[in-house]
């Protein structure tokens, strides 16, 4: 039973008690409880009882900052692995390739290199997120000599 925890305060039903509550409250090793996963359901059920605003109201300012700014992060990340997705997809799935991609939060780009092993080949994305429009724009795409020109090229 999945606990979604929403802005305003929702109840508890007692199977939800004792499933996300553990068998007793210690400390171990300067932590709550025993174990990360035994933290995370004691909070999931808390901010379903409090509700987020309540939580977020309580919490210090420069905690609320911090946190707007965790969210915003994971949510540039969301759009980058979107992006990126469909940039490995274009090759389709057949070819045996790897990837890596990087987000330049100072000028807005995604950068993402694709390496065709298939085809011993590489290919460099570049993105600029329209902050305006909230999406990514395709500003570079370039097929570059076999991967192991470049390798060489760039041990020079």
């Given at each position: 039973m999945e606990l979604k925890p929403h802005r305003e305060p929702q109840k508890i039903t007692f199977d939800q008690y004792k499933?996300?509550?553990?068998?007793k409250v210690e400390m171990?090793?300067?932590n709550l409880f025993f174990s990360e996963d035994e933290r995370i359901k004691m909070l999931l059920l808390l901010m379903q009882n409090v509700g987020l605003e309540?939580?977020?109201k309580n919490l210090p300012i420069k905690t609320r900052k911090e946190l707007g700014e965790i969210v915003e992060e994971m949510e540039m990340e969301r759009k980058c692995t979107e992006i990126v997705e469909q940039v490995?997809?274009?090759?389709g799935r057949s070819l045996n390739m790897n990837h890596e991609y990087q987000y330049n939060k100072k000028n807005n780009t995604l950068y993402i290199y694709c390496y065709v092993l298939d085809t011993n080949s590489l290919w460099y994305y570049r993105y600029y997120y329209n902050s305006e429009d909230d999406k990514f724009i395709e500003t570079e795409k370039q097929g570059l000599e076999s991967a192991e020109t470049i390798r060489r090229l760039m041990n020079k």
């Open positions: 499933e996300y509550t553990p068998e171990f090793e300067n309540t939580m977020v490995v997809l274009q090759f």
